[in-house]
C-alpha cells in the first residue's frame, strides 16, 4: 500500500480535529465550540502507511512565526491535502488557505463541512461549481457533516483508511496528556486564560501500576492562578477530576495527576 500524509487545513473552528477523530473512529485530538482549540501541528501514525496531521486554524492571523513554520513543512512533508471549510460565504482566511494551496502540486480536496446546518443545501451546486472553475488543480469538493456522518465515508476512501482499532496505539503519551488538559482548560476556564496558559509536563512516574504524571500550569497573572485553584480549591479539583476521568477512559489503567500553579509573567 502507498505511504499517504495527509495534512488537515482550515481556519479556526471549521472541525479539523472532529473529523480526525471521526476518521480515526477515535478520540486523538482535542475539540471544543471555542476558537483555537488546536494550537499545535499534532501528527498521528494511524497505521504503517498512514499519517494524519492536525494544524491549528489560524494561519495568518497566527503571530507565532514558529507555528507557521511548521504548517508549512506539515504541508511540504504530506502527500494529500484536505482543506475544510464550513460556510459557503467565505473569508479572507478561507481565501488565503484557498490561494496558499493553489500552487501546491499536491493531490488536494476541498470539504465543505458542518452541511447539517445549511438551511438551503440547493445553494451549494452553484457554489462548488463556482470553486471548481477558480480552482482547477483541487480534485474534488465535497460537502461533510461530522454531526450527521454524512460523506464522511467517501473521505476514508480518499485517504485509504481502514482502521482497525485495536490495533491502535498512543504514540505519543505525552502529546495526548497535554492536549486532554488543555481541553478540560478551555472548558472550564473563561476568556483568555486556558489560550495563555503554558502545560510543562515535568516528570512521569510509575508506582504499583498507578502511574503519576507531575505538571506545571504556568500562568501570564497571580489573578489567573486564583481562577484556577477556585474558593477553597474547587475549580482545580474539578479540573483534575475531569482530566482524570478523560485519561482513564482512554487509557485503561489509573493516571494520577498533580499540578503547580506558577506565575511566569514574560
Ligand atoms: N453542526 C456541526 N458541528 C460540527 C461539525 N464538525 C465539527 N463541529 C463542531 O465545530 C466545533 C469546532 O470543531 P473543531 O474540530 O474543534 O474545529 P477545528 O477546526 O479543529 O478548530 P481549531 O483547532 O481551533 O483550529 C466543535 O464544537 C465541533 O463539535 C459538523 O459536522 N456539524
Ligand atoms: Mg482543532
Excluded at 480526525?20 to 475539540?31: F, G
Excluded at 476541498?110 to 483541487?138: A, H, S, V
Excluded at 476514508?156 to 496505539?169: E, G, L, P, R, S
Excluded at 503519551?173 to 481541553?183: A, K, V, Y
Aim: charged fraction near 30%.
Amino acid at each position: 500500500m502507498k505511504k499517504n500524509t495527509i495534512l488537515i487545513l482550515g481556519k479556526t473552528n471549521v472541525g479539523k480535529s472532529t473529523l480526525i477523530n471521526n476518521l480515526s473512529k477515535e478520540k486523538i485530538s482535542i475539540t471544543t465550540p471555542k476558537k483555537n482549540t488546536t494550537i499545535q501541528c499534532i501528527t498521528n501514525k494511524i497505521n504503517k502507511n498512514i499519517t494524519i496531521i492536525d494544524t491549528p486554524g489560524p494561519i495568518i492571523k497566527n503571530d507565532d512565526k514558529n507555528i507557521n513554520k511548521l504548517i508549512y513543512e506539515s504541508i511540504n512533508q504530506s502527500t494529500k491535502l484536505l482543506i475544510i471549510i464550513d460556510k459557503i460565504f467565505l473569508n479572507s482566511e478561507d481565501f488565503f488557505i484557498l490561494e496558499l494551496t493553489k500552487k501546491i502540486k499536491k493531490e488536494k480536496f476541498l470539504l465543505i463541512n458542518k452541511i447539517d446546518k445549511f438551511k438551503n443545501k440547493l445553494y451549494l451546486i452553484p457554489f462548488i461549481e463556482k470553486i471548481k472553475k477558480k480552482y482547477k488543480t483541487i480534485q474534488e469538493i465535497i460537502p461533510i457533516s461530522n454531526k450527521k456522518n454524512i460523506n464522511i465515508t467517501e473521505i476514508n476512501k480518499i485517504i485509504n483508511v481502514n482502521i482497525n482499532k485495536k490495533n491502535k496505539k498512543i504514540k505519543n503519551l505525552n502529546t495526548f496528556i497535554s492536549e486532554t488538559i488543555r481541553e478540560t482548560l478551555l472548558n472550564k476556564l473563561e476568556k483568555e486564560i486556558p489560550y495563555t496558559t503554558k502545560i510543562n509536563i515535568l516528570n512521569t512516574k510509575i508506582n504499583k501500576n498507578i502511574k503519576t504524571t507531575i505538571l506545571e500550569l504556568l500562568v501570564k497573572k497571580q489573578s489567573h492562578k486564583k481562577i484556577i485553584i477556585g474558593k477553597n480549591g474547587k475549580k482545580i479539583n474539578e479540573i483534575i477530576a475531569d482530566i482524570k476521568n478523560k485519561l482513564i477512559k482512554k487509557l485503561k489503567y489509573i493516571e494520577n495527576i498533580k499540578i503547580t500553579i506558577n506565575v511566569n509573567k514574560k
